[in-house]
């Protein structure tokens, strides 16, 4: 039948030119990230042979061909590197999440539940849009708002609500006080060793004129506790100076008793000088009869409570066990905490101890927290540090420091920012640290293929598609991973469009062909005589 010719060409023509569109469409994007490959398919067209209106007769003609679309949104496309902090790629199965403009502003949130509140991309190229209050809103290629979570003022993030994400030009970072430190460092076995019993002497004149020995003896309670007592020669006498309960810090300030300028007195010996020799008294200064303590120090950067960066030094005294050690200790060290240059005066100091066994390895201590303060132009500033010493070691040699850290830090202003593989966006300040800007999480469905697609590039939820996952990327299932600083490219191949482009054109010159022989039939037809 010349109708069945031309009804099959015309409807080929048509698919055929239906997949030139396709084939163009594809062809243009050729460079747009994270578009996905559209392919026409055909399909026959059936219709049923009736001997009557309401009697089937039982065969099935075939007239023409019909097309139908499919995007091959589950493909992935190829990751490569770009030059721009802000782009971001996924490897492997997922989209990101993007919301339209709610009346040209962002959207204060928005569900995956409602398939027009959310659509999805595979498009890592992001671009920004300033809002009312400056914010550089993320967006997609197609202008919609990139969702995630926000970070709070301390740059911790949980997952809740999605909502647009932005940054802020100008981001400032707070200071923080130093809370937590570490110091490895090896302190010298050989070190100068104090010993619990000190004593300094002065020469005094006894009431006959001679030159006599005043002995200012220092007994150590603990780190930072001494008693001192007064004795001269049991021959010539007794001397008699308290005893008095002295605090003194390892750095040999003394805190307690805040006068110094102490009395001995001297009961001369009556044998010696005669009965009616009356005692005497001598001055005595614990500044100047105060023992020589030897440390080893080192110098920490810490930064108290308004975020300005101080020094703090823990000088280490190796010192006598004022108890016979048990277990494997053989040797002991106080550690002395200082406020340095801008130091408080008349605080109450401390000292704990750290002990070695006889390979030089922490046996006891090595946690030491140090209540510090500074003053400084009339205020004073303080800090509480917990620091972790236990990977000190006691070898041969000279003091050597390994590392120091602490967790404090110092006002800062954001330098740059960039994703990390894991989709959080940081900021890098100019105080050295990073805090954490927002996160991005991904979508996964079950059925990809079947979400509809609103461009090469943008894609809706269905019901076809099956159940929705929302996930941080690190716990999305098929293990994908972002690749930072880089763009998913098309999935379009162009010499194989190139190929079906040929292949079109060639099916649709035959089919006009088709046609033009069924018309010249139809014109010898109509012409024929009787």
Not at 37 to 54: C, G, N
Not at 212 to 235: E, I
Not at 255 to 264: D, E, V
Not at 425 to 448: M, R, V, W
């Amino acid at each position: 039948m010349l109708w069945g010719a031309f009804n099959n060409s015309c409807s080929a023509m048509m698919a055929m030119s239906w997949d030139m569109g396709s084939i163009s469409q594809n062809i243009a994007n050729v460079n747009t990230n994270g578009y996905k490959r559209k392919e026409t398919l055909f399909k026959t067209v059936m219709s049923e042979s009736h001997a009557s209106p309401s009697a089937f007769s039982g065969r099935l003609n075939v007239f023409g061909v019909q097309t139908a679309d499919r995007t091959h949104i589950g493909v992935q496309g190829v990751v490569t590197p770009s030059s721009t902090g802000t782009d971001l790629a996924i490897n492997g199965t997922g989209f990101f999440m993007v919301a339209p403009s709610d009346d040209g502003s962002a959207p204060s949130t928005a569900s995956v539940d409602n398939p027009e509140s959310v659509l999805y991309t595979r498009d890592g190229a992001f671009r920004f849009k300033v809002g009312p209050n400056d914010e550089r809103y993320f967006t997609s290629g197609s202008g919609h708002y990139v969702l995630g979570y926000m970070a709070d003022d301390d740059g911790l993030i949980q997952e809740g609500s999605l909502e647009p994400v932005y940054s802020m030009p100008q981001t400032t970072m707070q200071g923080k006080a130093t809370t937590t430190g570490t110091i490895q460092a090896n302190l010298p076995s050989e070190a100068q060793q104090t010993a619990n019993s000190v004593t300094t002497t002065s020469t005094i004149t006894d009431p006959l004129g001679a030159s006599q020995t005043l002995s200012v003896n220092w007994q150590r309670v603990d780190g930072v506790t001494w008693t001192v007592s007064a004795s001269v020669p049991a021959a010539v006498g007794t001397a008699s100076l308290g005893p008095i309960t002295v605090t003194m810090d390892g750095w040999g300030n003394i805190s307690s008793p805040t006068t110094l300028a102490q009395t001995a007195t001297i009961d001369w010996d009556d044998t010696a000088y005669g009965a009616a020799t009356a005692s005497s008294t001598e001055n005595v200064n614990l500044s100047d009869s105060k023992p020589s303590i030897d440390l080893e120090k080192i110098s920490v950067e810490i930064f108290d409570a308004d975020g300005t960066s101080q020094v703090a030094i823990f000088g280490y005294e190796k010192a006598t066990f004022l108890t016979a050690p048990t277990g494997t200790a053989t040797s002991m060290w106080y550690i002395h905490p200082s406020s340095g240059q801008y130091a408080t005066t008349g605080t109450t100091p401390t000292a704990a101890t750290i002990t070695f066994d006889t390979y030089g390895n922490v046996v006891d201590g090595g946690d030491v927290t140090a209540d510090l303060s500074w003053t400084r132009n009339s205020t004073t500033t303080t800090a509480s540090v917990t620091v972790d010493m236990s990977k000190m070691t006691q070898l041969n040699g000279g003091l050597n420091v390994v590392n120091v850290t602490q967790d404090g830090y110092a006002d800062g202003d954001m330098l740059r920012s960039y994703f990390t593989e894991d989709g959080t966006f940081k900021g890098y300040f100019t105080n050295g640290e990073t805090k954490s800007l927002f996160k991005i999480p991904i979508a996964q469905f079950i059925s990809e293929n079947n979400l509809e697609a609103i461009s090469g590039t943008l894609f809706k939820r269905t019901a076809e598609a099956g159940d929705i996952t929302v996930s941080m990327i690190e716990d999305a299932v098929g293990e994908p991973r972002f690749a930072t600083s880089s763009i998913e490219n098309s999935t379009v191949d162009i010499e194989d469009e190139f190929t079906k482009m040929i292949m079109t054109q060639k099916a649709y010159s035959t089919n006009a062909t088709v046609f033009r022989t069924a018309d010249e039939m139809t014109t010898v037809a109509r012409d024929l005589k009787a």
